[in-house]
């Protein structure tokens, strides 16, 4: 149990879909973090959020859309992906934004865009 | 932008073997991480280094950040089955925490 939960697990979509990601945190942090893992690739910082508020957002197409209502969820909306969009999609939480305040992360959500 | 890049890729090894790796970056870090990823789950933090020279153990795990800046090791002593999985790397100079960069990773299997 990482404390960092994200649904669903897997997920396919076509290339016309609208889908969500979610990500929940029980850890108290106040930031949170989307990240694209590809294979042999470094992970891709995606968004972050800190306290609710949108503090980086890393050139990604507009296809992504990331959302937090509050400092324990982060949802990331997609809608007319391509498949290079298939990934695993981390989402992660931290005490704060600080260099000594490690990142915790989900199990993540395998998305495959068919 | 910077890169780290992660020696060997992947690795076989025979249990009760020790375990090296490193990771090379091409500017100076301030903070070098060590996480590890098992099949079908995120990265989680292993070893977290601060000091150029500094030398930090977490049981069989022994990581060193690199005298110049610019590069880290981490050890594993006495594999066991449950060490397979995805080591990554990761480090910054400065800023938040945003600004992490991570390694491609070193794949370790192990052998009975």
């Known amino acids: 149990e990482t404390g960092v939960t994200q649904t669903p697990r897997h997920l396919v979509m076509g290339m016309t879909n609208k889908k969500s990601l979610k990500c929940e945190q029980h850890l108290g942090h106040n930031a949170m973090y989307w990240y694209k893992q590809s294979a042999k690739k470094p992970l891709e910082l995606m968004f972050v959020?800190?306290?609710?508020?949108?503090?980086e957002n890393n050139s990604v197409p507009s296809r992504f859309s990331p959302e937090c209502p509050n400092s324990s969820h982060l949802f990331l909306h997609l809608h007319t992906l391509q498949p290079e969009d298939s990934a695993l999609y981390l989402c992660?939480?931290?005490?704060?934004?600080?260099?000594?305040?490690?990142?915790?992360f989900g199990n993540g959500t395998r998305l495959t865009v068919t | 932008g910077q890169q780290l890049n992660q020696s060997p890729q992947s690795m076989f090894i025979q249990e009760g073997e020790d375990v090296s790796m490193n990771c090379t970056s091409s500017?100076?870090?301030?903070?070098w991480l060590w996480y590890k990823q098992d099949p079908g789950e995120g990265p989680v933090l292993l070893i977290a280094?601060?000091?150029?020279?500094e030398l930090t153990s977490n049981g069989r795990l022994t990581a060193q950040f690199g005298i110049t800046r610019k590069d880290s090791f981490l050890n594993i002593s006495a594999s066991i089955p449950s060490d397979v999985g995805i080591y990554f790397c990761a480090g910054f100079l400065t800023g938040t925490a945003s600004k992490l960069t991570f390694g491609t990773g070193t794949r370790l299997q192990v052998t009975l």
């Open positions: 959020y800190s306290l609710e508020e949108r503090v």
């Open positions: 500017s100076i870090f301030n903070t």
């Open positions: 992660a939480s931290s005490q704060d934004m600080g260099v000594r305040s490690p990142l915790h």
């Open positions: 280094l601060y000091k150029a020279g």
